[in-house]
């Protein structure tokens, strides 16, 4: 079964500190990505960072870093310096190319930033 | 990054009343569009994909009658609650994806939040 999962609900994390949220995930596809969304309480969806399955390093997008461990199928999201802006959702989600690019996702974990 | 527009960003109805949303794809073609629903506090529930010209395909569970799905161009695809109920409630997102590959060519539209009386 495609599965992603998220097992921090929420976070709380000082300013300028890093932060790392975690996720893993179950496929038996062979060719994947993995994604992560930040959902701030407007709602939309902000894409962050990508990871292919068959990329051998690991994504840096800014202050986001990927650590991407496919043996562990995990795809951490490392965000460096937090930010008070980073407080929001964030979802690890993975494509399925073999099934219509369609997006499975985790449930979320609820970062909040402290001053 | 390319844009996604969905209209209206909220609505309030009453029960059973239907509500067309709209989700627009405004500088490239989107051979294929996903609609989601988030109820609060959860994460996204993909409920159907849409490829242009072709019958949209539901997840399980999802009522095919309830929701009507139609992507008649490669710009546009709309989602209609057919006679809706309080349940119906929540957020709906819609995300389009154009011809290519490539992972960039999947986005996200704003959403459209849904309070049915």
């Known amino acids: 079964a495609q599965k992603i999962t998220q097992t921090q609900p929420g976070m709380f994390v000082q300013e300028k500190e890093a932060v790392t949220l975690d996720c893993t995930y179950d496929t038996s596809d062979q060719s994947y990505g993995l994604f992560w969304y930040k959902q701030p309480s407007s709602g939309e969806m902000i894409f962050l960072i990508y990871?292919?399955?068959?990329d051998e390093q690991n994504a840096t997008e800014g202050r986001y870093s990927l650590n991407f461990q496919k043996a562990r199928k995990s795809a951490n999201l490392v965000i460096s310096a937090s930010q008070l802006g980073d407080s929001a959702m964030y979802f690890c989600?993975?494509?399925?190319?073999?099934?219509?690019?369609?997006?499975?996702w985790g449930a979320g974990t609820k970062l909040i930033i402290k001053p | 990054g390319a844009v996604v527009s969905q209209h209206p960003s909220w609505v309030i109805c009453k029960s059973g009343t239907s509500v067309k949303i709209e989700c627009r794809s405004l500088d490239f073609q989107a051979t294929t569009m996903f609609w989601y629903r988030q109820f609060p506090k959860q994460s996204l529930m993909l409920m159907a994909t849409s490829n242009e010209g072709s019958k949209a395909t539901y997840e399980q569970g999802v009522e095919k009658d309830k929701f009507l799905i139609n992507h008649a161009s490669l710009t546009l695809s709309t989602l209609t609650v057919t006679s809706a109920h309080p349940e119906d409630s929540s957020f709906y997102i819609c995300?389009?994806?154009?011809?290519?590959?490539?992972?960039?060519?999947?986005?996200f539209g704003p959403g459209t939040r849904l309070t049915v009386l």
């Open positions: 989600a993975m494509e399925r190319r073999e099934s219509n690019y369609q997006l499975i």
């Open positions: 995300s389009a994806r154009g011809g290519g590959s490539s992972y960039n060519e999947q986005f």
């Open positions: 990871q292919g399955s068959y």
